[in-house]
């Protein structure tokens, strides 16, 4: 089964970090693009960024340049997204989806597949 799972969420102080990791299950990472979205409690999805296949072209959305870096480690089949400087509204359930396009400006889920369940993210005191 082609999938992907995404871990690492968990409650955070704001000004905390955390380091997300998108592991995929049933393919090859190291084929595809891969981007990170969130979607906060009652609120519209938001592409935070993608990463290449290489891992050599990222783009970022506004909202997380400069606090948020997105990898891969494609020997372990594996992405990331380290946050820092977490802010409370940076609280929300964050995914992970392949076939992402890290040209486009800004960052867009159109074309995305396969997407993972999600982890929570909560930036709280």
């Known amino acids: 089964q082609l999938q992907l799972v995404e871990s690492g969420g968990g409650l955070v102080q704001p000004g905390g970090s955390l380091r997300l990791s998108c592991e995929a299950s049933?393919?090859?990472?190291?084929?595809?693009?891969v981007g990170w979205f969130r979607q906060p409690p009652g609120g519209l999805r938001e592409a935070l960024g993608c990463i290449s296949a290489s891992g050599g072209t990222t783009n970022y959305a506004d909202s997380v340049n400069g606090r948020f870096t997105i990898s891969r480690d494609n020997a372990k089949n594996t992405a990331y997204l380290q946050m820092n400087n977490l802010k409370s509204e940076d609280t929300a359930k964050y995914y992970c989806?392949?076939?992402?396009?890290?040209?486009?400006?800004?960052?867009?889920?159109?074309?995305?597949?396969?997407w993972g369940w999600g982890t929570q993210v909560t930036v709280s005191s």
């Open positions: 989806a392949r076939d992402c396009d890290p040209r486009a400006a800004p960052p867009s889920e159109w074309g995305t597949n396969y």
């Open positions: 049933g393919f090859t990472l190291r084929q595809y693009t």
